[in-house]
């Protein structure tokens, strides 16, 4: 009773809220654009879908999300559905139209879904960064046609912060925001470029940090602090995006201080993570290291510290651990504390399908990661899938 009356207490504040003061205290951060994207969610008739969809071994998975009082976050990692640099070859043969049909369902019946899209939206352009040494060098340009596919996938906001986006210069990072624009899907760039979204009557702003000056930094902690306590007093949720981390199989755990690889700074992610939760943050989501890392709840918030890749189509090694992924499914309090969810277990089908994963094999592999690394903060995991806090000694 008391949480219904406070559900109408507070939705009916956000409603005043909105009308009057948030566009006006956003004031520069958000453009004509941020507010036409700015929408609510009406996403109760998907659950048939997803249902049906599903392998029986998934049981239907968003009960919970019914509730008015739980935002519901769907995330996952790397997203590159193909590229059409150097050549053709390395495009999925429909043009990515079926890619995502499998995962769409989970990501559709979110309120919130996110991604990281690791390479831009660009027909043509030129890329300077492979000219030397073709054969060692990556650089990704999905052709524009491939938006539509992200949308009908039903991503609501990506990131595009990473060591990918300027592969085809700005120029290619400028066609990327256009192509989202006109989708309707948020983003998150370069500095400057903070999504907002308005999801049950809440203000949500998602920033995503790389670490280069060419989007936040990572690396700026003083810089991050200042930018979320600002945006912590623009929105009612904030989630933070990072792409961070050392590369690669023998990087799934955390560890301790700086990461350095390739000769750069790819962040003290420990460090970064607890100081944007201590300046307000909601959910921390990080992208990077091609693995799944583990996760851990920090003064009563969410941090996934890699979500490994997603659906990386063509060029990238899926062995091992590289092929396995996950939507992270995330239920938050309304005052965006950690109240639980689910791991839904993928795993890419060569040369990078997402499928959903009956044996769950990423499933024990997070909590052992999260025990290992965060002790006594690892979340909790069953082995369906359902993740929760620690455990309150
Ligand atoms: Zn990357």
Redesign the pocket.
Known sequence: MLTRKWVIVASVLSLVFCVSGFSAEGGDDLSDEDLAMTSMRHRSSDQALVQALLPASFSPVFSAASSEEVLVVAAVG?LMLGTSWPDERYLPPDGGATLLAEVSPILRRADIAFGNL?GPLIDGGTTSKCARNQANCYAFRMPRSMGRYLKEAGFDVLSLA???ALDFGVEGRESTKRVLDQLGIAHSGEVGDIAYLTVRSKKVAVIAFSCYDTSYNLNDIEGATKIIRELATKADIVIVSF?GGAEGAKYQHVPYGTERYLGENRGNLRKFTHAVIDAGADLVLGH?PHVVRGMEVYRDRLIAYSLGNFTTYGVFNLSGPLGLSLILEVHLWPDGRFMGGRIHAVKQERPGIPRLDPQRTIIPIVRRLSQEDFGERAIQVQDDGTIAPPRTR
């Open positions: 790397d690791e990473n060591n990918h792409h990077g």
